[in-house]
């Protein structure tokens, strides 16, 4: 079983930058993918931004141009900087990593971390 274990959150000045880390528990597999979402008080859970295994990646229109979300496979661990954040980029924000065995979608979260922007 992969747990993962989410740091960097934290309270933040509207244009500040936070970067968030989520590192596996154990060795996972390159291919995995692997992704933030985030969740704001009333809303429902959202993707922010997500990276695949040849590093593709992709980005919520809300986040483009602001949020970078990167991988270091050595360390089997995921970034997701943020700059130039906003009041409403306030939320709880999870890792996720997913695989796909045939046509079966598997995947694990993280525990969630806590940003918060406000002046």
């Known amino acids: 079983q992969v747990h993962l274990v989410e740091s960097g959150g934290g309270l933040v000045q509207p244009g500040g930058s936070l970067r968030l880390s989520c590192a596996a528990s154990?060795?996972?597999?390159?291919?995995?993918?692997m992704g933030w979402y985030r969740q704001a008080p009333g809303k429902e859970r959202e993707l922010a931004a997500i990276?695949?295994?040849?590093?593709?990646?992709n980005y919520a229109d809300s986040v483009k141009g602001r949020f970078t979300i990167s991988r270091d496979n050595a360390k089997d661990t995921v970034y997701l900087q943020m700059n130039s954040l906003k009041p409403e980029d306030t939320a709880v924000y999870y890792c996720n990593v997913a695989w796909w065995v045939g046509s079966v979608k598997y995947d694990v979260w993280g525990q969630g971390t806590q940003v918060t922007v406000s002046s």
């Open positions: 990276i695949i295994s040849g590093g593709s990646t």
């Open positions: 154990r060795s996972i597999f390159s291919r995995y993918t």
